[in-house]
Structure formats: structure tokens, C-alpha cells
């Protein structure tokens, strides 16, 4: 069973941002995915005033294409839904494009979050 969970737990979230992303983890806490107990993904997200930011968000590799990433992401954003007006991606996707982000002009993704849309199909 697929479960988040948010952790300061520097050596589970270090551990999955060198397997995702190659580099250390450089924040102070993330969610975490959890396939049962195993930890296979995490975001990490800061919340300025009324925007939550994506700094990072991924999955291990091996639980790729199995729609769990997608179901971390949807998952996270309909949080944010309710509790900030803004939410920006650090980085830009075709992904979030998807949901009805737009670029903007400093390579961020923003939507204001009681505008997002989640097709069926995004996680192809």
C-alpha cells in the first residue's frame, strides 16, 4: 500500500536523493513515498507566504512507469489545494503542463492551486 509521509529523517531522505537525483538532499524536511515500508520516492517543497514551491520530486527507478509517481504528485498537489493560492514547480515540465501550469519567465512552472486540472491520462 502506497503511503506519504512527511520525515526530517536526514539519512531516508539523503538516501533516496542520491539514488533519484545523484546529489545530496540539501533541505531540512520532504515527503515520502512509501511502497508498505519501503521508501521509494520524495518530494521536496517549501511554502513562502501563500506558494508552495516543488523544489524536487521523484521515484526510484525501479518504481517507475507504475503510475506511483504520478499518484505522489496528485496526491501532494491536491494538499496544496486547500492551503496555499499559488503553487510553483522549481523546474519545468511537460508533466505539469498537463495539470494546466504555465511557464513562467524565470524557468519555473506556477498555477494558481483552485486552477489545477487532473486529466486521467497525465501519467503517461
Known amino acids: 500500500m502506497l ?8 539519512k531516508i531522505i539523503n538516501d533516496l536523493s542520491l539514488k533519484i537525483f545523484e546529489k545530496d538532499f ?3 524536511i520532504a515527503f515520502v513515498l512509501y511502497d508498505d515500508d519501503k521508501p521509494i520516492g520524495f518530494a521536496y517543497i517549501k511554502v513562502n507566504g501563500n506558494t508552495a514551491q516543488i523544489i524536487k520530486i521523484g521515484i526510484l527507478e525501479s518504481c517507475r512507469k507504475k503510475k506511483m509517481g504520478d499518484f ?3 496526491s ?3 494538499h496544496f489545494i486547500d492551503s496555499v493560492d499559488y503553487i510553483e514547480i522549481c523546474y519545468v515540465s ?3 503542463e498537463q495539470l494546466g501550469f504555465a511557464n513562467t519567465d524565470k524557468g519555473t512552472m506556477i498555477i494558481k492551486s483552485n ?10
Open 3 to 10: 503511503r506519504i509521509s512527511p520525515t526530517n529523517d536526514k
Open 26 to 28: 540539501e533541505g531540512d
Open 72 to 74: 505522489f504528485t496528485r
Open 76 to 78: 501532494l498537489l491536491f
Open 94 to 96: 511537460k508533466y505539469f
Open 115 to 124: 486552477t489545477i486540472v487532473f486529466p486521467s491520462g497525465c501519467h503517461k
